[in-house]
């Protein structure tokens, strides 16, 4: 145990009541909800990218944290994952996700990185050996280094295609390795700052092509985890190439990946493109390619990817109801993508942080739960639907026989209450 | 000829210092460009809607057109008829494009609208005949009556779903008649408010198979013109399901309808779906699926469909330039899908309107005819992927080949300038 | 008693348990809160302009609503009072609001539409009798018919100017008979569609000597209600004056009259204009200038003024929290701004939004009052605050004093933890 | 001379026709207009920050520029200065603007710091004098530093406060000691990132009261200069006090201060904030403050500030319309308040991006100068107003004596065209 914490002891669940910052209110891991433990619906994991790795920068200034692994050698890399899995102990958290150049320090050649990734990915396996935490999903970070300012596998340099696919290898036999349940890709600077000096045909085919490379891999190395891909439709870049669900889910079709690749759905990224949170997984549901999920919140009105802890029950609950309704989470979980704001410099606020985003999550997922299990908001949409119970010959059928038969009935369609607000005051008895 | 603008002569070019409100000073029809004359280039279409039938309500307030023909009558058809291939005449705009509603009182059942329909269209075609006016595209209106409300091939009810059916199978029977080169479906209300009443997979199912029925009846009925989807996010609905160019791509790949339909896109909408009016096209051109475009601008700080005539030229040029380079239109054309402010009450206004938005896409043709012909932007892109042209191998082999290469090749790839600001700088030689 | 509304009789409060959609499970009226009873704090009102007068249209689509008054005749404005003041009773809301033209039919000539307002006063003013029903504000419509297309005290036509003194000063007549506790001036068209034809310098001059007529006339006729102005950035204008609380601060400032003018804070404008609620609602009590909300919701992601009922507690409890901490509403009120979505069809969904709303108001000002009585986060904020309690000097002294000062003393500050999540996580206790 | 441009010679006039990227196609400094060189209508500013300190990070990724002066030494801050002013003379910019951070090294303390910064003024002070180049404006960054996190002049520790108020004072007296023409006040971190921990009354007191004190030590030392905030609506803060130029505007009516203080108004801050350019120098200048310019551009969809060089000639012809309208700069100028793409990584980018904006706003001033001297549309607006001519007694009376006169005249407005697209075509005959 690392003393970046102090004494704090591992956080317990005191119930609604409790006024103590460092206890969970509503996530009880081992109540049961819909049949199943909350920490097995949740699978909550930590990231280390901005609890470890992030120094409180943002456009206008620099770092604000005063951390003592700050400094990038090997030793420092070894405390940093001291204090990790501190923190995932104390918060009682099963899963976490990395990206390599979080764990590992940059090394002078990709030959010395893969060694010092290496190396942490051995610690890694004896610290969850001993603490019982697993990995939800690993990553690798193809967007902070220079070499990739002009993307990944769609850089026009071919040396940098082949230097994020040597990235990813070595990623993905860490992810192996540790026993990750998947496997994401964030194209972080998959996409162009101007369409002046981008081929975007060749791009895209290069995408695909890498993707399917991915895929090909997994499969000769044994990793049985899923591949995803986590869809953001720009920052950095003017655009991305993996904007929303939707567009994912064309590509996937263009490059034949449907049944291989899904989707990890952030919920700032979902509102970066237009989209509710809720919207973002409803949809993947109707695709089949639900995967699993980024948790955090974005400002609405900033304009940028604001990944802050989610606090909006409301909301939380409309996405876990999504969920749920899709049948849970099975090689997925709720990561949470958020990062403190750059003024929150204590260590306890990296815990209360959490600690609010689970219980956040947690009462989500009861609401979700209870709107399910009474049934009212899901008979409302299939009495909607009813009338095509006995016209599914409609469907069968062509422009023209339709068309007689409007004439010949004289078919007037009667529009009828679509019930929003007494659907939302259904969902506030829950949330 | 009607009287409405009173005796105002066709519009003629007078060439770049002319200061003639009532004429062209860069659109020339006859004028050649890259080996084409320019009116076969833009292949210019006067709307119907925006600007015969629409009344200049917002929001906020109503009518403030003051027009001989908003009585709703037969009578008050044909004259809105007459001015329309009056205003054609004297712009010389080629083609034009209408909606069912546009052109025909509603009748007092599906029967009599289509009568009416039909009635209206043989004038039509008999106007045509006289004036050489062609139809660019013809579609139905399924989103302004209250029918509508809860979408169309989307909708609840099969009965909506039924009208729906029967209305397009009118309007391509009209569009045939007339001549048309292409027929657009855009989806206003297929999408939804809430997703608490939606059956968001229903739906698409829905929706999928009616694009199957239109693209079945076109071939039953002999149209050779392209079936067109115009996408956009949303407004009237909160989302629609035909959200920008890469969503209906992956709808059409779903429905197996990627070779039979194409898009027809608009500026306003591509911003609305945060997307710039060049990226769509490029987009498009890449998926092979582009077909036509709806010329407006759109406020880019307003957040709802401005439906604005375009006026900036380095914008129209960029746009024209993605066009040029994917070969240009073949049945597609440019549609002024732009609208009077509502405080523009003159018939004066209509015209100077269109006058100024031809002769801004005049000289985006222009322009962007001369990019390409002077070839730096070309060279640029090109040279920018060169070092592909001998590593076409990278894309044929696997993550664990390629790692092998990168370490004992010891690759470490070195970014390159992407000169933006310098490509930027040749296009503003140009516009 | 109108037939509409069928025999409902008035909604009770049935507690939280309770699944009574026709009932309110959070507002109960009588009960106190902070020393005050809950409908002394909320002051509800329903406004005439959404729930009587809108049709249920929006730009791509005409009237939904199928309501027996919309004819257009004193006797259909007559009709309409009926429901109004049976809604009025069945919500049990204490006040209403109203626009001019919502409550009489437009006559011939401004003489007419002025002795039709006269006579619906006098009906109102006997509804108020017989019901105890009270008047929040009045304000007139001056945006909605094609006169004002152009503005109305900005007009440039000062016929147009004229029109709307005339206006204001009947309504303000109306509003004193009816004994309003304010009067709303919404600049609808105050702003402009191109600052190409616009001159900004006199129409601002123009708007600060009406508002100073608005306010000398108030004194003439002994009306003791508050004037306000309520902001909104834009719609239907590209820009409109009064566009956030911080500019019409400075317009008042610029015209004298920040000690006899306030606002009318609405959540969708706020929105709109960049800002959440509680900062428009905390500013305007910086300044000294707070004196209402309309209470709505706006969809974050549509980019236009949406006038949803509010649905969210958590966001709704932070804007009471700011109005509490102001000191509650004196003449002011919780207006509801928000219509029905043009989908919800039946009287019954008039109501059950309306309770929907209420019941997050009352939610939201109990949630308002615990944390102020808990006092957790007041505290944070006077602790962070604190160390000026003996450094006031630095505020009455100068740059160079204080510039001795630091560099003799050697003053080095250090940052301390601004803790954002540990404050979100207490909001997150009570709502 | 430094060797980092090469041997690039001054650049030179060489006319629309050319097409050496090194060469200005419209900016010819002596070439007049209006009677005036263009040179002293846009007094041209290269700013120091971006172009010689910004390393090129992005949220997402790090340094991606390469320059041998990136050490933070005082003998990098010389040769820095060295190649600041070789662009400068390359570039034929007559003035320049700095930060405090840009030129000097952070010190160990307050008091080495400030010896750091003026050795380097004094060296800066040689420069100007042996290469003729001038100050626009001096400024202090008062935001990367993590002391200023919460805020420099509203920062809840009055030690903030203080080293920010003693900051300042030396930026004010480099500024006097090197003839700057302005001095400017930019809030990076003036505003805050939550409501809950911030008191809004006092700290827009602090500003307040800060800004008195700039503008009297202005006066103690003699500062001939002009005072300018900038205004900005948020990024990096969730909220920024000085919003735009109306709520600045009410900020300096609150703390007397509007007849001392003017706006240096950004493009993209403009834009971020909701408004145009042009809109807010119009306002700026109906109001008595406007100042100066940041001429950069951003992108309408990226949602962040994007600091590009300008490109787009119709939009930047509208903005020197409004400050030619207003008399044109008299302290103030067009600074390049713009960087390069991270990914622009040569020397050679740093010219040609200014050189490219330089002959687009030499372009804008051009089309600007080329519509006042046309007169058509100043010759439009005055008509569309001309009505106020006879009818200046409406502002002189009461709403009650223009109700006598609307209902005794029965006037009836009638509206009359805006005329909206015409004004439009005029503004495209010239950009």
């Known amino acids: 145990m690392s003393a970046f914490f102090g004494d704090i002891a591992p956080i317990q669940y005191e119930g609604p009541d409790s006024d103590n910052p460092l206890a969970f209110r509503h996530y009880n891991p081992d109540e049961v909800v ?30 604000t944290f005063d951390r003592p692994w700050f400094g ?24 976490y996700c990395f990206h390599d150049v979080d764990m590992r320090p940059e090394g002078d050649s990709f030959a010395q990185s893969t060694r010092n990734l290496e190396a942490m990915v051995d610690l890694f396996a004896q610290k969850q050996a001993e603490t019982g935490r697993k990995l939800l999903w690993g990553t690798a ?42 496997y994401v890709l964030w194209g972080g600077r998959e996409g162009y700052e101007t369409l002046l000096n981008t081929d ?16 090909e891999y997994k499969h000769k190395i044994g990793f049985e985890g899923m591949i995803l891909i ?36 952030e919920q700032g990224h979902a509102i970066l493109a237009g989209h509710s949170f809720e919207h973002e ?68 606020d990296l815990l209360i942080a959490h600690i609010g985003g689970m219980d956040v999550c947690a009462r989500g997922l009861k609401a979700a739960a209870a709107m399910l299990e009474d049934g ?30 409007v004439v010949s009935e004289g078919i007037d369609p009667q529009p009828r209450s679509g019930r929003q607000e007494a659907l939302e005051n259904i969902v506030n008895r829950y949330v």
């Open 34 to 63: 819909m049949g199943k433990r909350m920490e097995d619906h949740l699978r909550f994991a930590v990231c280390y990218w901005h609890n470890f790795a992030w120094e409180g920068g943002d456009p206008f200034g620099g770092r």
């Open 72 to 95: 990038g050698t090997m030793e420092d890399a070894r405390l940093k994952a001291d204090v990790a899995f501190d923190m995932f102990r104390i918060l009682g958290a099963p899963y």
């Open 141 to 182: 970070n193809m967007f902070s280094d220079r070499r990739w300012m002009s993307g990944a596998a769609t850089n026009p340099d071919p040396h940098v295609f082949a230097y994020a696919a040597a990235t990813v290898k070595t990623c993905m036999d860490a992810t192996l390795k540790l026993g990750g349940e998947n």
């Open 200 to 215: 975007l045909s060749q791009e895209l085919d290069h995408m695909g092509r890498f993707l399917n490379m991915v895929v």
């Open 230 to 265: 986590e869809p953001k439709p720009q920052e950095p870049s003017k655009h991305q190439y993996d904007y929303d669900v939707a567009t994912v889910y064309g590509f996937l079709k263009r490059y034949g990946l449907e049944d291989e690749v899904r989707v990890n759905i």
């Open 281 to 348: 997984i409803a949809l993947a549901n109707a695709l089949g390619i639900f995967g699993s999920i980024d948790m955090n919140r974005n400002d609405y009105q900033s304009g940028w990817d604001t990944d802050q802890f989610p606090n909006n029950v409301p909301e939380v609950a409309l996405a876990y109801y999504e969920i749920l309704r899709g049948g849970g989470f099975t090689t997925g979980g709720t990561n949470f993508d958020a990062k403190l704001r750059r003024q929150s410099l204590d260590p306890e």
């Open 376 to 405: 009212k908001l899901e008979d409302a949409r299939r009495a909607r639907y009813a009338g095509w119970d006995g016209e599914q010959g409609l469907l069968d059928t062509s422009l023209d026989a339709i068309f007689e038969r």
